[in-house]
C-alpha cells in the first residue's frame, strides 16, 4: 500500500489565531440547479465555528508557490485542548483580476499530500481553473507534512511489525499466517504508540480542518476537487456542511456508506463493499478481449491466441511454479499485482501486452533461444523499474535504503481507513474472506481484500468518538458532480452510479475512459469539469464522455507517451514557460503496484 514519493520539503511555521476575516463571495452555480438545501447542524456548528479563524503565515516556498503550516483541535469538543499541525500550499491564481476565490484539492489515498497536488496543479488543471483559482492543497491530519502519525517507537520496530507484508498479497498458509501476525502488529501499534493521533484521524476531522481552513482563506463557500478517496472526503463535507458548498467535483467514486459499513455489512471486508477488485477485473477482461480482437499487429500477446484463456493460463503456471527470470523471480502475486498498477494508467494496456508476452514466452519452451531472450527483457525490465523506484526516492528526498527516515504511508492510509468504518473482528478471518472474494472477482478479490486487514475489530481498537457515519443524504447548497470511469480499476463505476442515486441534486458525468479517475483522460471530462468549477454549470443529464486514448486503436509506437513525473524545479519552470501539454492528476494509489511488473 506505498503511495506516490513525497516531492516536497515544506518549513514549518505557526500560525497565529485572529478574529474572523472578510469572506469571498464567489461567483454561485445556477441557483435553478439546487433548492434551498439543508443546514450545518448545530453540532458542528458549535465545533468548527468555535475556532478562531487562523491568520495563515504564508511564506514563499518552492519558487511558484506559498507555505504555511496551522495547529487545529485534535478534538474539536475540545477547542482549547491538544492540537495537531496541519501543513497548507497554495499556488495563487494566475490572473489576479479575474481571481474567484480558492479550490481545495486532494489526491485521494487516504494518504495522499494535498500539498503535493496543490503544487503540481498547472501540470494538470485546465487554464481557466488556474487563472481564477488560488489551488490549496492541506495534508490530512497525521500525513505527509502535517503532524504525522506514528505506530511504532522506531524504525526497527517498525520494520520487525512489517516483516510479513513484503509481498504484493499473500497466498498459501505460510504468507497469510505471517500477513496477519503483521497486519494485527500494525493495528495494535496504531491503537496504543500512535493512538493519540489515530484516534482522531476520521475523514471527518479532515472535513472539519477543511471547513477551518476554507474560512482562513476567505472564501464563504468551498469550492473542490476530489479524487479517489478524495471523494469521500468531499462528501463527508458536503453532508456535514451542506450549506457551505459552492462546487464540489468528485472523481472516482467512492459511495461513503459502503465506505463506512452498516450493521448489515459490518462482517464484510472493505472491498467486498467497494467492489475495487470487480472493477479491475472487468478492465483487465476487456482489454485481453480487445487485444484478441486486434490481433497480434497490434497486440503481441494475441500471437499465441485467446489472451482471456492464455491469461488463465499463465496465472495458473505462476501459481504452481514461480518464474526464474535469471535471478528475479516473479510470483503469481506479482503478476496481479503489476497487471493492477498498470491498470491504473490509461496507456497501461501497452506494458500489459508487453508484459505478457514476454512472460508467456519466458515460461514457455524453456531453454529456448526465444524463452531465453524473453526472460532477459523481463529481468531487465525488473531492473529498470527497480533503478526508477530508486531514482524517485532520492528526487523526493529520500534516502534509497529503508532504515531511513521513519516511512509512514502505511500508518497513516490505516488510520483514515481503520478508523472510518466496520469491519470484521478477527483478522484470522481474512484468508477465508480474501479466497471468497477472489472467485467473485478473479485475480483482484484477494489483491484488493488483503489491504484492510490491519482493521478488525478486536485489532484495531483506536476509535474516534467524533467520527461521522451519515446521514449522507443532505440537500446541499449547490449540487455536488460525480465521475465515473467505466474501466477504473480502483473505485469501481458503480459506486459513483449509488452515490448520484444517494444525494439529492447531484449529477453523474459518465466516462467510457481508461485508468483511475477520468480528468486529464479525455478532453470531454475536463472541459466539463471545468466548466462546472468556473462557471457553475452542470454537463446535461446522462452526458457520456469518450477517454481519449483506447486499448490497442492505434499503432503501440505512434501512441501518446507518459511525460512522468518532474522533480519540482523542473515543474518550477514549466509552470513559469506557461504553455505545456497537460499530464494526468498525481493521483494517490492506495495498492501499490508490483515493483516486479510494472511500468509506472
Not at 241 to 268: E, H, L, M, Y
Not at 490 to 495: P, W
Request: glycine share 10%; hydrophobic share 40%.
Amino acid at each position: 500500500m506505498r503511495l506516490r514519493p513525497r516531492i516536497l520539503t515544506v518549513v514549518t511555521a505557526g500560525a497565529v489565531l485572529v478574529p474572523a476575516v472578510p469572506a469571498v463571495a464567489l461567483a454561485a452555480p445556477d441557483s435553478r440547479l439546487a433548492p434551498a438545501g439543508d443546514t450545518t447542524s448545530g453540532i458542528e456548528k458549535k465545533r468548527v465555528d468555535s475556532v478562531p479563524t487562523p491568520k495563515l503565515g504564508w511564506y514563499k516556498c518552492f519558487d511558484i508557490a506559498e507555505c504555511a503550516t496551522l495547529r487545529l483541535p485534535l478534538d474539536y469538543d475540545k477547542p482549547k485542548g491538544a492540537t495537531t499541525e496541519i501543513a497548507v500550499l497554495r499556488v495563487k491564481a494566475r490572473n489576479p483580476k479575474k481571481r474567484m476565490g480558492s479550490l481545495f484539492v486532494n489526491p485521494g489515498g487516504p494518504g495522499g499530500q494535498g500539498t503535493a497536488m496543490a503544487f503540481q496543479a498547472a501540470q494538470f488543471l485546465g487554464d481557466d481553473v488556474l487563472d481564477r483559482f488560488d489551488i490549496v492543497g492541506f495534508d490530512p491530519r497525521g500525513i505527509g507534512f502535517s503532524d504525522n502519525v506514528k505506530c511504532f517507537r522506531n524504525v526497527k520496530d517498525q520494520t520487525k511489525a512489517f516483516a510479513g507484508l513484503n509481498v504484493a498479497f499473500p497466498m498459501g498458509g505460510k504468507e497469510e499466517r505471517a500477513f496477519v501476525a503483521s497486519a494485527k502488529a500494525l493495528g495494535k501499534g496504531c491503537s496504543t504508540t500512535g493512538k493519540s493521533l489515530a484516534g482522531a484521524m476520521s475523514t471527518a476531522e479532515a472535513a472539519r480542518d477543511m471547513d477551518v481552513l476554507r474560512r482562513a482563506v476567505g472564501d464563504k463557500k468551498l469550492t473542490y476537487l476530489g479524487f479517489s478517496y478524495g471523494t469521500a472526503l468531499g462528501q463527508y463535507y458536503a453532508n456535514m456542511f451542506p450549506d457551505r458548498t459552492r462546487a464540489v467535483v468528485a472523481d472516482g467514486v467512492i459511495n461513503p456508506i459502503s465506505w463506512v459499513g452498516t450493521s448489515k455489512t459490518a462482517g464484510q471486508i472493505l472491498d467486498d463493499r467497494l467492489r475495487s477488485a470487480d472493477g479491475a477485473y472487468k478492465a483487465l477482461r476487456e482489454i485481453l478481449a480487445r487485444c484478441g480482437k486486434a490481433g497480434a499487429t497490434k497486440c503481441e500477446f494475441a500471437q499465441y491466441g485467446d489472451p482471456v484463456k492464455n491469461f488463465d493460463t499463465l496465472a495458473k503456471r505462476l501459481k504452481a511454479k514461480p518464474a526464474d527470470l535469471d535471478g528475479y523471480t516473479v510470483t503469481y502475486a506479482d503478476l496481479v499485482g503489476g497487471m493492477l498498477g498498470m491498470l491504473y494508467d490509461p496507456q497501461g494496456y501497452q506494458g500489459i501486452d508487453s508484459s505478457l508476452t514476454e512472460l508467456w514466452a519466458a515460461t514457455s519452451g524453456t531453454g529456448t533461444a526465444r524463452a531465453k531472450a524473453a526472460k532477459k527483457a523481463l529481468a531487465d525490465r525488473i531492473a529498470a523499474r527497480r533503478a526508477q523506484v530508486e531514482r524517485e526516492k532520492n528526487a523526493a528526498g529520500r534516502v534509497s535504503v529503508q532504515d531511513f527516515p521513519y516511512d509512514n504511508s502505511l500508518e497513516a492510509f490505516s488510520g483514515v481507513t481503520c478508523t472510518d468504518g466496520r469491519h470484521p473482528k478477527d483478522a484470522g478471518s481474512w484468508p477465508a474472506l480474501t479466497a471468497k472474494s477472489d472467485k467473485r472477482a478473479p485475480y483482484f478479490g484477494r489483491a484488493w481484500g488483503w489491504s484492510s486487514a490491519q482493521c478488525a475489530g478486536r485489532t484495531w481498537t483506536v476509535r474516534d468518538e467524533d467520527a461521522y457515519t451519515g446521514p449522507f443524504n443532505r440537500r446541499t447548497s449547490a449540487p455536488v458532480l460525480f465521475v465515473g470511469n467505466y474501466y477504473d480499476p480502483a473505485t469501481n463505476y458503480i459506486e459513483s452510479v449509488s452515490s448520484n442515486k444517494l444525494l439529492p441534486g447531484s449529477r453523474l458525468l459518465s466516462s467510457d475512459s481508461w485508468g483511475h479517475t477520468a480528468y486529464g483522460t479525455s478532453a470531454c471530462v475536463t472541459n466539463a469539469v471545468d466548466r462546472y468549477l468556473v462557471h457553475g454549470t452542470l454537463p446535461a443529464k446522462g452526458t457520456v464522455c469518450v477517454g481519449d486514448i483506447q486499448p490497442f486503436a492505434a499503432d503501440p509506437a505512434t501512441a501518446r507517451k507518459d511525460r512522468g513525473a518532474a522533480d519540482a524545479s523542473a515543474m518550477a519552470a514549466q509552470v513559469k514557460a506557461g504553455g505545456a501539454a497537460k499530464q494526468l492528476p498525481p493521483v494517490a494509489t492506495p495498492v501499490p503496484p508490483s515493483v516486479l511488473l510494472g511500468t509506472r
